[in-house]
């Protein structure tokens, strides 16, 4: 409860991209999930933003599933294309040849600036990739 207080409201710039919005949204203190999870569906919800808090770090800080993919993944199903999020984790191991948290990290020490950094590419990166099978940045037009 403690990151709510500390954590800054981002209000989206014109013209800006999901991916830019997932940097500056972990820049602001959001996990790897909320960040693309906001980002790249374009809600804003406290009690969205609070699931997905529990998917940080590799769900739960175990250092699994990269939480950033776990965003897409949620995003995609939002939208209803969850039938793509196996393209998404395909395109996120292609590029950076796993999906786990823990072998992301592997040359960082744990919260450290470099790892960190790390995290802030694989998001964006990540972020990218959604919107890439979203077919559009949001906010998305009305079905």
Not at 46 to 54: C, F, G, K, L
Not at 111 to 120: G, V
């Amino acid at each position: 409860m403690l990151r709510k207080f500390w954590r800054k409201k981002i209000s989206p710039h014109t013209g800006e991209k999901a991916s830019e919005r997932a940097g500056r949204l972990f820049d602001a203190g959001y996990n790897c999930t909320q960040s693309v999870l906001q980002a790249t569906s374009g809600i804003d919800d406290p009690a969205m933003m609070e699931m997905a808090d529990a998917f940080g770090g590799g769900i739960g800080n175990s250092r699994c599933l990269c939480g950033a993919v776990t965003g897409g993944v949620m995003a995609l199903g939002l939208r209803g294309k969850g039938k793509e999020s196996g393209k998404l984790v395909a395109a996120f191991k292609e590029r950076n040849r796993t999906t786990c948290c823990k072998g992301l990290s592997a040359p960082y020490t744990w919260n450290s600036k470099e790892h960190l950094a790390n995290c802030r590419r694989l998001t964006v990166e990540a972020a990218a990739m959604t919107i890439e099978l979203l077919g559009e940045e949001p906010p998305f037009e009305k079905n």
